[in-house]
């Protein structure tokens, strides 16, 4: 079993930078994959980013330019840089971890971009 801790959500002005957290309770070295879904309210989840074992990344385009996907594995933990943030970024956003077959998902936490 693998927890994932997801922090760094909050209230933002169109324009604004945050950066989400996410730290895995075991070593992510030679994790498969880690990402990053949103959903917001009334819509599907959506794949926003994801870095595989080597370091390669791959993001969607609505967010392409604008977030990036980073990885400290001395600290277990992955985050997404959020920069030039829009009201259609406004989500809950979760942290997962995929680890020979099995899939885990962190609690989520609230991105709000409004003036």
């Known amino acids: 079993q693998v927890q994932l801790v997801e922090s760094g959500g909050g209230l933002v002005q169109p324009g604004g930078s945050l950066r989400l957290s996410c730290t895995a309770s075991r070593n992510i070295f030679s994790i498969e994959t880690m990402a990053w879904y949103r959903q917001a309210p009334g819509k599907e989840r959506e794949l926003v980013a994801t870095?595989?074992?080597?370091?390669?990344?791959h993001y969607a385009d609505s967010i392409k330019d604008r977030f990036t996907i980073l990885r400290d594995i001395g600290k277990n933990t992955v985050y997404l840089q959020m920069n030039s943030l829009k009201s259609e970024d406004t989500a809950v956003y979760y942290c997962?971890?995929?680890?020979?077959?099995?899939?885990?998902w962190g609690q989520g936490t609230q991105v709000t971009v409004s003036s």
């Open positions: 997962t971890l995929s680890l020979r077959g099995n899939t885990y």
């Open positions: 870095v595989n074992y080597s370091g390669g990344t």
